[in-house]
Nanobody, 123 residues
Framework: VQLVESGGGLVQAGGSLRLSCSAS????????AGWFRQAPGREREFVAA????????YYATSVEGRFTISRDNAKNTVYLQMNSLKPEDTAVYYC?????????????????WGQGTQVTVSS
């Protein structure tokens, strides 16, 4: 499965962005999915995850209440709505997928990765 992220860009603090992750195969609709991010000089960290049917979601403490993960299986796409953005949210954001219905929060839980999209939040 190939994953392609889009929607990154430059935004002022307090602004919003919506990231999209499009999958190349319909089987992605049966996969759990997650978003991770990596800031310069830091390890890639978990942001949010969603089960295959969208019935359950989970967020890192740092983004809970500001970010929302969702999916449209008819479009093989997962989204990350990011509101109230802060400069510390600046990072490359990666979409990830894993076969199976339930998500994980570790990098090693995921088999498929996108190439990443840059999000820059200015103060």
């Amino acid at each position: 499965v190939q994953l392609v992220e889009s929607g990154g860009g430059l935004v002022q603090a307090g602004g919003s962005l919506r990231l999209s992750c499009s999958a190349s195969r319909r089987t992605f609709s049966s996969y759990a999915a997650g978003w991770f991010r990596q800031a310069p000089g830091r390890e890639r960290e978990f942001v949010a995850a969603i089960t295959w049917n969208g019935g359950s979601t989970y967020y890192a403490t740092s983004v809970e209440g500001r970010f929302t993960i969702s999916r449209d299986n008819a479009k093989n796409t997962v989204y990350l709505q990011m509101n109230s953005l802060k400069p510390e949210d600046t990072a490359v954001y990666y979409c990830a997928g894993r076969a199976g219905s339930y998500y994980g929060t570790q990098n090693s839980d995921y088999e498929y990765w996108g190439q990443g999209t840059q999000v820059t939040v200015s103060s």
